[in-house]
């Protein structure tokens, strides 16, 4: 029979796995699980592990699945963490956006190198060996609501698998978790909620076993100024109030220079066995056509059992290449052909441009990226910069499709007048109001047929309202 003679990594691996559980809980064996309870990702971890708010990566389909539903192109990530002598945790995710909503897919491995095993005659017996596994399969979508105080939300649920094992003793079960993300009116600042195991299942070493512990988490994160910038700032806070024990507390800071760079601290007060300070930073690699590719690492430590290093990976698919979008222009948005022998300018299409940089944010995840970028390549007037715009109205995300507007707005040839006229008759009830307006700012007498057409057929006041408006703008024809 074996008995408690184990190595001192097998220890440390047991209170890595329990400490907080059993710091927080009524009891002994009131949660399974607790595994899940360790933050993955290099970035989250050095911002304490506030997440709930920010949740713009692969890595929301643990933290918040709500966020998926912000992602606009495929990424993928990996993380590993050093986490304690012979202990390692992994952790790999991919985002893959959809018409019908993103999906995300999460694979959280926590494992410990053989040990020696010794009876109650502290004989050695052969070894052990034991893992914890949660494979997540997540989705998260959004709508636009039209309110001034909340113009948009995010949703998204997250179901996984759990699986533990010790030495020949097997144990698992299923958890689902689920999240919310508010976006209001004020720019950059969201608001966020989750549910981590809302519904779960016994997981029985023994007989009886126990659930994973329910955590409900609230969150509010805040980004000063843009990627685009030379210096960008986002601070993030969550409360989590977790069923084993009191709430406690989570914050982090990152600091971008040049979209490049970026520097992180937090803080989580959680448990006795982190000393609750974790630091970290990471790198931006920008590729060709907007491909991204990312290096993180954090810095943790604690009380008594040593340094705790985490090193993660991410990269950002692009979501349209540089070259024209294969195909005709999308129906709601025509655009005049383009003969086949004119050339896209030169200097737009240098490899590794601030033009292809600039399309790398046109197609950001960031309202205010994909904004600065698009009114950068307006200035360039040129018809590759016009079918991007055109793709973007097709989009399935709604800052996409206002970015483009924005840019179209600003262009001064007739092809993205005609693309503006083409959009008064989009599906997207605020394209229509922002295309009816951005006629109206270019002024030029020739689109008041289409914007009177426009009129006759629309149901929604406020995009009548612009419609009018725009009308107003344009000049008086002079009588013959």
């Not at 029979?1 to 890595?16: D, N, P």
């Not at 307006?378 to 079918?387: Q, T, W």
Request: a neutral charge; glycine letters at 12%.
């Amino acid at each position: 029979m074996r008995a408690g003679s184990l190595r001192v990594q097998f220890i440390g691996f047991i209170l890595c796995l329990t400490a907080p559980a059993a710091a927080f809980a009524s009891g002994p064996g009131t949660s399974a699980a607790n595994f899940m309870k360790i933050p993955v990702g290099a970035r989250e971890t050095s911002l304490g592990g506030a997440f709930t708010a920010v949740a713009d990566n692969a890595d929301a389909v643990f933290y918040n699945p709500a966020g998926l539903g912000l992602l606009a192109v495929p990424e993928i990530s990996y993380a590993y963490n050093n986490y304690l002598s012979g202990v390692s945790q992994q952790w790999v995710a991919a985002a893959y956006p959809a018409a019908f909503g993103t999906l995300g897919l999460g694979v959280n491995y926590l494992g410990v190198k053989a040990f020696e095993s010794y009876d109650n005659s502290d004989r050695r017996t052969g070894s052990v060996s034991a893992y914890d596994l949660a494979a997540y399969l997540g989705w998260g979508d959004g709508l636009e609501t039209n309110n001034k105080f909340l113009p948009s939300v995010r949703y998204g649920a997250t179901v996984k698998f759990i699986s533990e094992k010790l030495d020949s003793s097997e144990a698992s079960g299923y958890g689902l978790d689920a999240g919310l993300l508010l976006l209001p009116a004020v720019k950059n600042l969201r608001f966020g909620l989750g549910a981590e195991n809302l519904a779960a299942s016994r997981l029985s070493f023994i007989s009886g076993g126990a659930r994973p512990a329910m955590k409900v988490k609230t969150g509010v994160s805040y980004r000063l100024g843009s990627a685009l910038r030379p210096v960008a700032a986002l601070v993030s806070l969550d409360l989590n109030f977790p069923q084993d024990g009191p709430r406690y507390l989570s914050a982090g800071i990152e600091t971008t220079l040049y979209g490049a760079l970026a520097l992180r601290a937090g803080y989580s007060s959680f448990g006795d066995i982190s000393n609750g300070v974790s630091f970290g930073l990471g790198l931006g690699l920008p590729s060709r056509g907007g491909r991204e590719l990312r290096l993180d690492y954090s810095y943790g430590a604690t009380y008594d059992l040593g340094s705790v290093h985490k090193f993660g990976l991410a990269y950002k698919f692009a979501a349209f290449s540089a070259a024209p979008p294969a195909g005709p222009p999308p129906a709601a948005a025509p655009v005049p052909a383009r003969p086949a022998a004119q050339p896209a300018p030169e200097p737009v299409m240098k490899a590794d441009s601030e033009f292809e940089r600039q399309v790398a944010w046109l197609y950001s995840d960031s309202p205010d990226d994909s904004r600065a970028a698009a009114e950068y390549l307006a200035g360039l007037d040129s018809p590759l910069v016009l079918e991007h715009f055109i793709a973007l109205l097709s989009s399935g995300k709604a800052w996409w499709k206002q970015a483009a507007v924005r840019g179209l707005a600003l262009m001064k040839d007739g092809s993205s007048l005609k693309v503006l006229e083409g959009a008064l008759t989009h599906e997207d009830q605020e394209v229509r109001r922002q295309a009816a307006l951005a006629i109206g700012s270019r002024g030029e007498a020739g689109s008041a047929a289409a914007l009177q057409n426009a009129l006759k057929g629309e149901e929604s006041d406020s995009v009548k309202s612009a419609i009018i408006e725009a009308l107003g703008k344009l000049p008086v024809p002079a009588e013959e």
